[in-house]
């Protein structure tokens, strides 16, 4: 092809790609906000038409009553080559199925035992605002606005936003409707004056777990929401199908909110236990019938057939872990979609083959086989998932199954993927005679292989191992009153040290209140909530002038000219503006004369530099993959992205590799980032 055609078949394809998902997510809006339950929301905009009431357990003041709910997070043995992403389900319901777990945690050797690791909590404040609060995240805000709420770009607390609009607290409809959020508020609690605080908590799981954290407690905050305004039967204990149906579609509803859009499987920790999650195709009368083949939310069914042993020796065999690694699963189920799409032949396959996996996934959970299931994990990972996406899968994880293999033998049965891609949450599965060494084992063998790898991936955490049970409530709530009307530590230690700081008189009597209990009821966090009020100074902070002089001086900084340089940029000489054509610039198309094609008659000319050692090859390797990696610090040049004839290999590699075919010198050019990594 020409330049020109090429260019404009690329142009062709990029809009064919976005017209392809455009449509697929335009089917998955009309679902949501089609489905039974969520249309409400989008026709609410007056204070006139606002329905939901506080259940009046909640509204007994001295103090006010703290709904309570704890969630667990999901594993999934197989989601069936990420057959669960909206696009694909709804496209191809008769593929799509997962057999997911809902599963309690705890860091070994941390914990004292395992608990749901997603909790939140609701309540009436004395102020008329509504409080938002993340205990993970140390962020916490007012909201005294409907703008506000609708903002989620303002603050890091969009997740909790996403879950006051989905649950109907403050439906879609009020945006722009001018209504003031007292009004709506004091409707809501049936009094003046008060406001509504809602507190999300995450316990010992980073970002990227693939556990679907953030999922389960978008899940989990919508149904504390909704049990609070009567939306659901149950205050408190778990709920019943129907509402947790009801649950599943609102956090699919605050997903897109928000601007995500995953899978339907990761609000799985709504349901107890193990169960097998299928699309169902759409039928009459289903608000997706004539848009999509198949429906928004799928059936979830509890697969009650495997035994009590079975789940047991699971829980027996099978060590749980966090590689330490947070990576963006987005471009994984993007890929995948794409591919989908393109119906190519290596893709269709291997979602055949994983569809046939997960028959006998459950067949072998059903004999309660764990060594049988171990080795259909391995061979998923192995086969489809690799064959659909590589990327799923990566060195880091590679080498710890290797060191597995070898250290336990045949011990070791097979590895099991968590979610989109390795690296993050993963298990192994031992034989559970030789589990006790394994457990003592991984924190060793995660350590020691993230300390070599740990210039070439992007390790956001310390490597852990979790201790966990199979959840069998899936989520729960509890009514805390009178002196027991408290919310967890961790809250205390984030807000009472603002608290202390001000006059008691500027606290209301509420507050002054809750406070006093705190006192009494964890004495124990004394020592805790003094650092958080005085932090200790760093023991290196007098050392830290002296190591940055001495590492810009290794590297040649030039005090004068940066001094220049920022003067100029404060003057305004240099900046954005300055960094832009004239607005009468003329930008034309290439032309053909504009493009050397080199010819038959010119190679001789370049195999003869070649050969007389006349041309060097130059790898410019100073980045740290910054942009690819959302932040982390990695030698973009170390990463070993792709695997070719059974072994990773890094960019530098695939460099030096073409540098000794050409056989001419190779010359690295580092930064003092990258250096001492490479060299």
Avoid at 61 to 80: A, I, K, N, Q, W
Avoid at 319 to 348: A, F, N
Wanted: glycine fraction near 10%; charge should be negative.
């Amino acid at each position: 092809l020409k330049p020109v055609e090429l260019a404009e078949e690329c142009a062709l394809a990029i809009a064919y790609r976005g017209l392809a998902f455009q449509t697929l997510a335009d089917q998955v809006r009309q679902s949501v906000r089609r489905f039974p339950g969520n249309q409400w929301m989008f026709r609410t905009g007056h204070l006139a038409d606002y329905p939901l009431r506080l259940r009046s357990e909640l509204c007994t003041s001295g103090p006010f009553p703290v709904l309570h709910e704890t969630t667990p997070v999901r594993m999934d043995l197989s989601h069936s080559a990420w057959s669960d992403i909206f696009f694909l389900a709804m496209d191809y319901p008769e593929g799509a199925r997962v057999i997911n777990i809902s599963v309690d945690l705890a860091v070994r050797g941390t914990d004292a035992a395992t608990r749901p690791p997603v909790e939140a909590f609701l309540r009436v404040i004395d102020e008329p605002v509504l409080r938002l609060v993340s205990v993970d995240l140390g962020a916490a805000v007012d909201v005294s606005s409907i703008e506000e709420v609708f903002d989620f770009a303002r603050d890091y607390l969009g997740l909790l936003k996403a879950a006051v609009i989905a649950s109907g607290l403050i439906p879609a409809g009020l945006e722009g409707s001018g209504q003031k959020l007292a009004d709506v508020l004091a409707r809501l609690i049936g009094r003046d004056g008060c406001g509504i605080e809602l507190v999300s908590q995450v316990n010992d799981i980073p970002k990227g777990s693939r556990f679907a954290v953030s999922t389960n407690l978008l899940a989990c905050l919508i149904s504390l929401c909704m049990r609070a305004t009567g939306q659901i039967r149950t205050l408190t204990g778990p709920l019943e199908e129907d509402d947790r149906r009801q649950v599943a579609a609102r956090a699919i509803l605050g997903e897109w909110l928000g601007g995500s859009g995953g899978g339907w499987q990761d609000s799985g920790g709504v349901w107890p236990g193990i169960k097998l999650i299928a699309a169902e195709e759409a039928g009459a009368g289903d608000p997706e019938y004539g848009i999509s083949r198949g429906r928004l939310l799928p059936r979830h069914r509890l697969l009650d057939e495997v035994p009590a042993a079975a789940r047991r020796r699971l829980e027996e065999s099978l060590v749980l872990v966090h590689g330490g690694m947070s990576q963006d699963v987005g471009p994984i189920l993007e890929m995948c979609t794409e591919r989908y799409l393109l119906r190519s032949g290596k893709e269709w396959q291997g979602r055949q083959e994983a569809i046939r996996l997960l028959d006998e996934l459950q067949a072998a959970l059903r004999e309660g086989d764990v060594q049988r299931l171990a080795a259909l994990t391995q061979a998923n990972y192995d086969g489809p998932i690799q064959s659909i996406i590589p990327w799923a899968g990566n060195a880091y994880t590679e080498a710890l199954i290797a060191q597995c293999r070898s250290q336990f033998g045949a011990g070791f049965w097979g590895f099991w993927m968590l979610g989109g891609m390795s690296g993050g949450g993963m298990g192994f599965v031992f034989d559970p005679a030789v589990r006790p060494a394994a457990l003592d084992a991984m924190p060793r063998i995660l350590s020691e292989t993230k300390r070599a790898m740990e210039s070439s991936f992007p390790f956001a955490v310390e490597p852990v191992v979790y201790d966990f049970t199979i959840n069998e409530n899936g989520t729960m709530a509890e009514l805390r009153q009178g002196l027991d009307a408290l919310l967890s530590a961790p809250y205390y230690l984030l807000r009472a040290p603002g608290d202390l700081r001000r006059e008691a008189r500027l606290l209301t009597a509420e507050r002054r209140s809750e406070l006093t209990r705190f006192a009494q009821r964890y004495g124990n966090q004394t020592e805790a909530l003094f650092e958080r009020m005085i932090p200790k100074e760093a023991e290196s902070a007098g050392s830290a002038g002296t190591e940055l002089a001495e590492l810009l001086a290794a590297n040649g900084f030039d005090q004068a000219a940066h001094e220049q340089l920022r003067a100029d940029y404060r003057a305004g000489r240099v900046g954005l503006a300055q960094n832009r054509l004239p607005a009468n610039t003329m930008i034309e198309d290439v032309r053909a004369e504009h493009v050397a094609v080199v010819t038959d008659a010119e190679a001789p000319v370049g195999a003869a530099a070649l050969r007389d050692g006349r041309l060097a090859m130059v790898t410019m390797a100073g980045g740290v993959g910054s942009r690819w990696t959302k932040g982390a610090g990695v030698v973009k040049a170390l990463h070993p992205f792709h695997r070719i004839g059974g072994r990773y290999w890094s960019f530098l590699d695939i460099q030096r590799e073409k540098a000794r075919r050409a056989g001419v010198p190779h010359v690295v050019t580092t930064s003092y980032l990258t250096y001492g990594p490479i060299a």
